[in-house]
């Protein structure tokens, strides 16, 4: 019997691994909460770090053919240019508007069986919300590629709202495509806060427009150093290393338009004739300031919500795999070298897997291509399983390529 595999999110992850099943003789089927590469549409023009060659695997590669482009997509492009066309290639077509409610073990919750040879014997059941009401669909294995963007952080400094923050107005919680839209931004009062590289990249498309006059930008970080973005040493990556060091100029020396607020956060929110303002607690004590919009670039996690009734164990701190948090350590740059076994991508529920950014959760160190080699190592050890096993079925692994 054909093993079937389910993956949930159709990103770039997400297809990378409905790609690499097909070539391994699953039966696929890739639910879609949206539509294929959804997050990465709400980029807009935002470019990536790093250039296709490290985005896309010579697998996905070989199903496109040859591409008119490459080097650096902004998302957009890359959801239109690559992502739709590989979900065109699979022979079941994405399921898009398919929302998984729950994954569970056919009559099988997280509490039976629980480390027993027999749980592994009973398929995956998952509660499907789709266009055309609640649907149950069963799978051998399945891959959760559901990352973390459709779940930010909250931009109140203890993990929780600010007061004031469940109720507020003109936040924005992924980084907007400012330069194309520049009349909505020129003139407007901006409260950004964050010290990564969302915060950085709006920043910087901040600093283009305010070139030409407009109002004043407040930069909320939580950092106290004169620099607050991380740079890389000998960063290989120079679009990467060139924006942080514009904007460390610009918050190692603050231009008339731009105000920093170090070692602050957000503690409350609300509005008053019209406009918004946040409360903000910093070194230099506790400020009100007006915006028209604020900019809460503070990170995403996951929504481990589906997982609820599997065994599945999640890093207590960054709620990724917790195998893969003790694996990856300390390690904060998305270009250290790696040595990861299948064993640390184990998650603790046999063949249901938590891959790309779902697996790393709450962690910024994740780039395209440590998915993909998440992914090589999972098929090769279903394959090698089967090998070894000498009988049918997914307890053996799924067949061989064809």
């Not at 729950?102 to 998952?126: D, H, K, N, Q, V």
């Not at 164990?313 to 960054?318: E, F, G, I, N, T």
């Not at 300390?330 to 040595?339: H, Q």
């Amino acid at each position: 019997m054909t093993p079937r595999l389910v993956i949930v999110g159709a990103g770039p992850i997400g297809l990378e691994a409905a790609v690499r099943g097909e070539a391994r003789g699953w039966e696929v089927t890739v639910l879609e909460a949206e539509e294929p590469g959804a997050h990465l549409r709400r980029w807009g023009g935002i470019r990536f770090f790093t250039p296709l060659a490290l985005n896309l695997s010579p697998l996905a590669r070989a199903r496109l053919g040859p591409l008119p482009f490459d080097g650096i997509l902004a998302g957009t492009e890359f959801a239109d240019a690559v992502l739709r066309p590989l979900a065109a290639t699979l022979a079941s077509p994405v399921r898009t508007r398919h929302r998984v409610v729950g994954i569970s073990r056919r009559r099988t919750g997280r509490y039976e069986l629980a480390g027993l040879p027999a749980r592994t014997e009973r398929p995956f059941e998952l509660l499907v919300e789709s266009p055309a009401g609640e649907l149950r669909l069963e799978a051998d294995g399945v891959i959760d590629a559901t990352g973390t963007f459709g779940l930010p952080r909250w931009t109140g400094r203890s993990g929780m709202p600010a007061l004031g923050e469940r109720g507020a107005s003109e936040i924005y919680r992924w980084p907007m495509p400012i330069l194309s839209d520049p009349d909505r931004w020129t003139s407007a009062r901006v409260v950004v806060v964050g010290n990564g590289a969302s915060a950085a990249t709006m920043i910087d498309g901040l600093a283009t427009l305010r070139a030409e006059g407009g109002g004043a930008v407040s930069w909320v970080t939580p950092d106290d150093r004169s620099r607050p973005v991380d740079e890389v040493p000998g960063d290989p990556l120079p679009d990467r290393a060139g924006l942080y060091a514009r904007v460390n100029n610009l918050a190692a020396r603050p231009p008339s338009w731009l105000r920093i607020h170090r070692r602050a956060a957000v503690t409350a929110l609300g509005s008053a004739g019209g406009a918004g303002w946040v409360e903000v607690a910093g070194r230099s004590g506790v400020e009100l300031i007006p915006y028209d919009r604020l900019l809460s670039m503070v990170g995403y996690r996951p929504s481990p919500g589906i997982l609820a009734e599997t065994t599945v164990a999640l890093d207590p701190v960054w709620e990724g795999g917790a195998a893969l948090a003790r694996a990856l350590g300390g390690t904060r740059d998305c270009l250290a070298k790696l040595d990861l076994k299948v064993e640390d991508l184990a998650s603790g529920e046999p063949d249901l897997f938590l891959v790309g950014q779902r697996g790393y959760g709450s962690r910024s160190s994740f780039l395209l291509q440590a998915g993909q080699a998440q992914l090589d190592l999972i098929f090769g050890a279903w394959a090698l399983r089967r090998r070894g096993a000498g009988r049918g079925g997914l307890a053996a692994g799924p067949p061989e390529p064809r």
